[in-house]
C-alpha cells in the first residue's frame, strides 16, 4: 500500500504563492502518474494537475499558467508551485498516486483577499 503525505499549505495574502510537496512511501517502485487534487468547502473533488514519469503534464483550465506541477529528483515526489493564488484556490489540497489508487490526508490551503 502506497503512503502519500502532503505538506506546505498555509495562509496566504492574494497574489501570493505557495509550494506544496508530496512524498511516497511504502513501494520501492516508480510511481508512473502523480497528481494534485484539490476540495473546496461544499464543493467537489476536483482535478488540479497530473504529471508522469516522463515529465508530462495537465492542468486543469483554472490554474494553467498560475500553477506548475514538478516530479522530485527523489523517486516518488511531486510538487506543487502555486503562484498568483486566487481566494478561490481556497481548498484542501490532496496528492494522489491515481493507478495505486492512493490518496494522502490532505494539506490545507487558505488565500485570503
Known amino acids: 500500500q502506497v503512503q502519500l503525505v502532503e505538506s506546505g499549505g498555509g495562509l496566504v495574502q492574494a497574489g501570493g504563492s505557495l509550494r506544496l510537496s508530496c512524498v511516497a512511501s511504502g513501494t520501492n517502485l516508480p510511481i508512473y502518474v502523480m497528481g494534485w487534487y484539490r476540495q473546496a468547502p461544499g464543493k467537489q473533488r476536483e482535478l488540479v494537475a497530473t504529471?508522469?514519469?516522463?515529465?508530462?503534464?495537465n492542468y486543469s483550465e483554472d490554474v494553467k499558467g498560475r500553477f506548475t506541477i514538478s516530479r522530485g529528483n527523489a523517486k516518488n515526489t511531486v510538487y506543487l508551485q502555486m503562484n498568483s493564488l486566487k481566494p478561490e484556490d481556497t481548498a484542501v489540497y490532496y496528492c494522489t498516486a491515481p493507478g495505486r489508487g492512493s490518496w494522502g490526508q490532505g494539506t490545507q490551503v487558505i488565500v485570503s483577499s
Open positions: 504529471i508522469n514519469s516522463g515529465g508530462l503534464s
